[in-house]
Each structure stands twice: as C-alpha cells, then as structure tokens.
C-alpha cells in the first residue's frame, strides 16, 4: 500500500501549477472531465477549450492507440493529464504500457466503469499486467453508488468497496452518486461518502467524487448551486479529486442525455460557461483541500440525512453553532498549519441565516482563497446559500 500512496504524492506534486512564487507553491485539485473530446474530435484546440473550462484531468472514450497517443502528446500541450484507454492496452496490456509509460501527461490507466462484485478478479489481474512494467501510475475504476441491485454489489455496499480495494489495490478510490434529481435530493448521497471516507482512510487511499454536469431523465440541467452543493459536500468529507459526469454530450439512447457543457455538434452550452466559473472557484480554495485530513463530519438539522452523525459537542474554539433548524454539513479539516471548520447547505430550496461564536479570532476564506478576520467578540450571523459553502480558518 505504501507505493500507491508514494505514488500519489508524486502525482499530486505533478499537477502543482507553474510560475508559482517562490514562497508559497499554489496546488491544483485533480478535476476530470468524464466522457471527454470524443476519438473523431481530438485535436490541440479542443484540448484548449478543455483546459480553458477549469479541466486538468481527462478521460475520453478512445478506441485506437493512435489516438489515445495524440491525446497525450495534447494534453502535454495543454497541461492536461490523460487517463489512458484503448483497444491495445486490453489485447496487450505490458506492450501498451511500455509504450506510453513514460510520457509526461499520463496520469494513469483506466479500468472501466461500475463494475460487478464479480469483475474484480479480471480488473486486479488486469491491474497487476500493468502494473508490472509501469508501477508509478494510476490504476482507475470508478465504483456504483450504494443504491446498485444487491445482485451488482454482491454483498452489502462497505463490503463491496472493501473487496474492491482487498483485490484490485487501487491506488485511489473514485465512486458516482448524483443526489440532484428532479423531486429532490437523494437523502442516500451523504450515507455513500460516509462509506467510501472511511474505507478509503482505513487501507490509506485517497478518493474521488463526482458531480453531474449533463442532464437526463430524473435530473435537471445543473445550477451554481447544484454544483456547489455536490463538489463542496464531496470536498467536506476528504474528496482529493473531483470529476464531472460528462464533458461531452454523449449520443442519446438509454439516457436521454441533454445540454453538457460541449454538445452533440461540438458546441459550447451555457453550462460550459457555468463548470468554467465553477472550475475557477474550486482552484481558488485548492490549498484548502489538497492534502487535507478529515478530522470529523457532522450534520445539523431538525432531521439528518441517514447513516449520519448528528452535531452535539462542538469543536474547539467554536463555542456557539445555531443552523436554526436548517440542514448543513459540518466539517473539520485541518491542512497546512490550519484547522478548517466547513459549513455546507444541505438544501438547494432555500438558503438560511445561521449564527456562530469562536473563543478566539478566526479568519474567513472567501470564494477568491481570501481570507478576512472576523472578531471574537460575541456571536457572529452570516447567511449560507443553497447548495454554498462557508470556511473558517485558525492556527
């Protein structure tokens, strides 16, 4: 386990930013575009608008090498890192791997998506192939959510994520639930990532999650606070990478799939504009969360969602925390020096008033990464939006 998380901090070091100042290195959050430029539509100026939408992660449905092959010669153009696929790394996946291990935009290779309870012994011998002649990169396969048929998961879901990283070894733990629907949010959603935040933190791995960024039959076209509401609850319990489901608007079928940010001709949407803006918004906290550890997530509310814990005691120096009745996630983190407390609106009907209290003076980190004091002189009221955020910082 030690060299995937070696591994890890390599690659996270990789993704530092250039032309930082010399005293103090500015990180990037991993953020991946699923479902990325299609084979026909690969070139450097799509990777371009790639990069230019906020992505430093991608990974697109390639069938041939060649192609797969100029996706990492862009990304390296672009600053983009690649999540390897095609038709010759499963016919041969030691000669492909040779290929292309040491090419400086390969971030890993990927496995698939969902698999069965059952598939995992092919995915780790899969793994283990390439693994054996490129060790320093990722192996990547994207989890159910805890709502799968039993007959999927094979077991209970813990049980399910546990097996996964028993036999496949992953070096990181990425999973899909989209909680935004169209009657509601999924009350399930915060269960999952108690789930996969603690198995991922007991074998020492890393996790990702998502958000939804396409729209399909029973969920909406998204909103800022849609996407701030899943990204920042996913960032509140530990995610160290975040991807969108999708970039690109796959062909309709099964799932009527609808307005993604690049649509069916290759034209940018209104929800581009809006994962770019929020793209922008999440690197500008990045320092926050990269790296973090999670100390503890609780949850306010005249109910909490289940599989949850309730806030009673309050975390040193908060001394007063009155979500008057409203649903938000609490999170400590502590990263850099600093401990974090994280406040997130469960809801995205209504936005709330809440009051708090430090014993000392704190800071607040606005959306810009700015942070501003606030006194420690009685209770403070501050309003939190739908689906938003707020962060406090002491040393």
Same mark, same amino acid.
């Given at each position: 386990?030690?060299?995937?998380?070696?591994?890890?901090?390599?690659?996270?070091?990789?993704?530092?930013?250039?032309?930082?100042?010399?005293?103090?290195?500015?990180?990037?959050?991993?953020?991946?575009?699923?479902?990325?430029?299609?084979?026909? *539509?690969?070139?450097?100026?799509?990777?371009?608008?790639?990069?230019?939408?906020?992505?430093?992660?991608?990974?697109?449905?390639?069938?041939?090498?060649?192609?797969?092959?100029?996706?990492?010669?862009?990304?390296?153009?672009?600053?983009?890192?690649?999540?390897?696929?095609?038709?010759?790394?499963?016919?041969?996946?030691?000669?492909?791997?040779?290929?292309?291990?040491?090419?400086?935009? #390969?971030?890993?290779?990927?496995?698939?998506?969902?698999?069965?309870?059952?598939?995992?012994?092919?995915?780790?011998?899969?793994?283990?192939?390439?693994?054996?002649?490129?060790?320093?990169? $990722?192996?990547?396969?994207?989890?159910?959510?805890?709502?799968?048929?039993?007959? $999927?998961?094979?077991?209970?879901?813990?049980?399910?994520?546990?097996?996964?990283?028993?036999?496949?070894?992953?070096?990181?733990?990425?999973?899909?639930?989209?909680? $935004?629907?169209?009657?509601?949010?999924?009350?399930?959603?915060?269960?999952?990532?108690?789930?996969?935040?603690?198995?991922?933190?007991?074998?020492?791995?890393?996790?990702?999650?998502?958000?939804?960024?396409?729209?399909?039959?029973?969920?909406?076209?998204?909103?800022?606070?849609?996407?701030?509401?899943?990204?920042?609850?996913?960032?509140?319990?530990?995610?160290?990478?975040?991807?969108?489901?999708?970039?690109? *608007?796959? =062909?309709?079928?099964?799932?009527?799939?609808?307005?993604?940010?690049?649509?069916?001709?290759?034209?940018?949407?209104?929800?581009?504009? #809006?994962?770019?803006?929020?793209?922008?918004?999440?690197?500008?906290?990045?320092?926050?969360?990269?790296?973090?550890?999670?100390?503890?997530?609780?949850?306010?509310?005249?109910? =909490?969602?289940?599989?949850?814990?309730? #806030?009673?005691? #309050?975390?040193?120096?908060?001394?007063?925390?009155?979500?008057?009745?409203?649903?938000? =996630?609490?999170?400590?983190?502590?990263?850099?020096?600093?401990?974090?407390?994280?406040?997130? *609106?469960?809801?995205?009907?209504?936005?709330?008033?809440?009051?708090?209290?430090?014993?000392?003076?704190?800071?607040?980190?606005?959306?810009?990464?700015?942070?501003?004091?606030?006194?420690?002189?009685?209770?403070?009221?501050?309003?939190?939006?739908?689906?938003?955020?707020?962060?406090?910082?002491?040393?």
């Amino acid at each position: 386990m030690s060299k995937h998380i070696w591994t890890m901090a390599a690659l996270a070091a990789a993704l530092l930013l250039a032309g930082c100042t010399a005293k103090k290195e500015k990180v990037e959050l991993p953020i991946l575009a699923w479902y990325s430029i299609p084979e026909e *539509n690969i070139s450097l100026e799509r990777f371009q608008e790639l990069k230019e939408a906020g992505f430093n992660v991608n990974l697109s449905s390639v069938g041939s090498f060649d192609k797969a092959l100029a996706s990492l010669d862009y990304g390296e153009q672009t600053g983009v890192k690649i999540v390897f696929s095609c038709h010759d790394m499963w016919e041969d996946p030691e000669g492909t791997a040779a290929k292309v291990k040491d090419h400086p935009a #390969l971030f890993g290779y990927s496995l698939g998506d969902e698999p069965n309870n059952a598939r995992f012994p092919v995915l780790a011998d899969m793994a283990d192939r390439l693994r054996s002649v490129d060790p320093d990169h $990722v192996i990547y396969v994207n989890l159910f959510p805890n709502y799968a048929p039993d007959e $999927v998961l094979g077991s209970t879901y813990p049980e399910h994520v546990r097996k996964y990283i028993e036999e496949v070894r992953p070096p990181l733990v990425s999973f899909d639930f989209y909680p $935004v629907t169209e009657d509601g949010i999924r009350e399930r959603w915060w269960e999952n990532l108690e789930v996969i935040s603690r198995e991922s933190a007991a074998a020492g791995l890393p996790f990702w999650a998502f958000a939804l960024s396409t729209s399909h039959k029973p969920y909406p076209i998204p909103t800022m606070a849609s996407l701030r509401l899943q990204f920042y609850t996913d960032l509140a319990y530990g995610a160290q990478g975040l991807q969108y489901f999708t970039y690109w *608007n796959p =062909v309709p079928g099964t799932w009527d799939f609808h307005d993604a940010p690049i649509d069916l001709d290759g034209n940018r949407t209104p929800v581009y504009d #809006l994962v770019k803006a929020m793209n922008a918004e999440l690197q500008a906290r990045a320092d926050i969360f990269v790296g973090d550890k999670v100390l503890q997530v609780r949850h306010t509310g005249e109910t =909490v969602p289940p599989g949850v814990t309730p #806030l009673t005691d #309050l975390p040193e120096p908060l001394t007063a925390l009155d979500t008057h009745g409203k649903g938000a =996630v609490v999170s400590l983190l502590e990263n850099g020096g600093f401990r974090y407390l994280m406040l997130v *609106n469960r809801s995205l009907d209504e936005g709330f008033d809440y009051d708090i209290a430090f014993a000392r003076k704190v800071e607040r980190v606005g959306r810009d990464g700015k942070a501003f004091k606030v006194p420690a002189k009685g209770t403070q009221t501050f309003h939190l939006e739908e689906g938003d955020c707020a962060i406090f910082r002491w040393k």
